[in-house]
């Protein structure tokens, strides 16, 4: 009996698997393409498009005929490269450039050092109140730029700032930071105020990813606590001080909120004290979004050129690193 159910169910054959249709095919390979459809259309819209718009205007102006009275007399026309060469020779976008420069050689290593400091600092061991200190060190990046600028602007007034107040009831000198070469600092401490915290936490984050096992075999060989954090826990973190630094060089290339805000509080800061203050000042001020357009593009185009080249020497370095 049991040889027969055997034989029996050996000669049964399964259905063979339902092949799916060409249709059913066709959807599930153009499914991922319905997902990415949304960020496609706003990256279109919001990204490319503004940014192919005004990559067009560089290369027009407008041509005034007679007086420029009347219908057709002032007509779109090519220009080439005329609006970039007029740029690149304007003395006003090069001194910004400048300005912006010595900014940020005060901004990064300042904001980064900090933000590596308060870092390790909160990785150590028994450190009281860790979370407090931590929403305490990032709660200046969650306040907008202008509201910031107003706040430092006002502290920095003589008129209005308790600290002027003190010095003055102590007779000691009361120093301009709104003037001068102070303006830098000022406009400095603002950034690093509101910046530094966010570094912070990215440097913060990749040093809790680091294993326990690594502190505990520098311990047995007897590491001190400096001694981890400086042959340790830094080189482990390179990456994100990297990512930290390319942040900042980006931001700082393209300082406006700051230097605008204390505007109306000095006269020491210009309409041109920035490279993005001297394009919107041409294009809203002056009428000549062409001109503006190419700045903007010139902009950009530095940008990417200095944050790609910074990436491709650090990548450069860490191949060579990694063949010795």
């Known amino acids: 009996m049991k040889s027969t159910a055997r034989r029996q169910s050996y000669g049964v054959q ?40 005004a990559v067009w205007l560089s290369f027009r102006k407008v041509k005034v005929s007679g007086l420029g009275l009347g219908s057709g007399a002032r007509r779109e026309v090519w220009a080439g490269l005329e609006n970039y060469t007029d740029a690149l020779s304007d003395s006003e976008l090069l001194h ?8 940020g050689c005060i901004v990064v290593p300042v904001m980064l050092g900090l933000a590596l400091l308060f870092a390790l600092m909160l990785d150590a061991e028994k450190v009281r109140l860790a979370p407090v200190t931590r929403l305490a ?10 509201v910031a600028a107003l706040l430092w602007g006002f502290l920095y007034l003589p008129d209005v700032s308790p600290f002027y107040y003190v010095l003055d009831r102590l007779g000691m000198p009361q120093p301009d930071l709104l003037d001068g070469g102070p ?20 440097i913060y984050t990749s040093l809790q990813a680091i294993p326990a096992e690594v502190y505990e075999a520098a311990k047995l060989d007897g590491a001190t606590p400096t001694q981890i ?18 942040f900042s ?3 700082t290339l393209q300082v406006y909120n700051e230097p605008t805000t204390l505007k109306p509080l000095t006269n020491s ?22 001109g503006a357009a190419a700045q903007a593009v010139l902009i950009a185009f530095a940008t990417l050129l200095l944050s790609f080249g910074f990436l491709r020497a650090v990548n450069r370095r860490q191949k060579q690193e990694a063949a010795r």
């Open 229 to 246: 954090a400086l042959r340790i826990k830094i080189p482990m973190v390179a990456p994100s001080l990297v990512l930290t630094f390319f």
């Open 183 to 202: 303006l830098y600092l000022a406009l400095s401490n603002i950034a690093v105020w509101g910046g530094t915290g966010f570094n912070m936490i990215v």
């Open 269 to 290: 800061v210009s309409t041109t004290w920035s490279p993005l203050m001297k394009v919107y000042r041409d294009a809203f001020g002056g009428g000549d979004i062409y």
């Open 14 to 53: 399964s259905a063979p698997y339902a092949q799916p249709s060409p249709t059913t095919l066709e959807r599930a390979r153009s499914a991922p393409y319905f997902f990415l459809l949304p960020a496609t259309l706003l990256f279109t819209l919001f990204f490319a498009l503004p940014i192919g718009y």
């Open 96 to 103: 910004g450039a400048l300005r912006v420069l010595g900014y």
């Open 249 to 251: 060089i980006i931001a």
């Open 137 to 146: 060190i990032f709660l200046p990046y969650a306040i907008p730029g202008v």
